[in-house]
Nanobody
Framework: QVQLVESGGGLVQAGGSLRLSCAAS????????MAWYRQAPGEQRDMVAS???????NYADSVKGRFTISRDNVKNTMYLQMNSLKPEDTAVYYC??????????????WGQGTQVTVSS
């Protein structure tokens, strides 16, 4: 069974920093693209940043220059370094990964989410 587990969320003051981690575990062949999403109360879930296996990245305009996505393919872990945090960054952050499971094909997996709260 494949699992994605996020960690690193918390409460921080505006202008501060947090680093989120997303670790994949279980029986799988490979991890393809990975991404971070966030969802604020009453809002839809939006993509924040994505990264390919080769390290190509893409960011939402609202976080460009402040957030950095990265991954460690040996540790099967993805990171999101968040700097210069703003109150509007407050949301539950989810990681998502396209994972190849032998016998099942490539499926989308989601983590359980981690709360990020930025106080003004």
């Amino acid at each position: 069974q494949v699992q994605l587990v996020e960690s690193g969320g918390g409460l921080v003051q505006a202008g501060g920093s947090l680093r989120l981690s997303c670790a994949a575990s279980g029986r799988f062949f490979s991890i393809n693209a990975m991404a971070w999403y966030r969802q604020a109360p009453g809002e839809q879930r939006d993509m924040v940043a994505s990264i390919t296996t080769g390290g190509s990245t893409n960011y939402a305009d609202s976080v460009k220059g402040r957030f950095t996505i990265s991954r460690d393919n040996v540790k099967n872990t993805m990171y999101l370094q968040m700097n210069s945090l703003k109150p509007e960054d407050t949301a539950v952050y989810y990681c998502k990964a396209k994972i190849l499971v032998l016998g099942s094909g490539t499926l989308d997996y989601w983590g359980q989410g981690t709360q990020v709260t930025v106080s003004s």
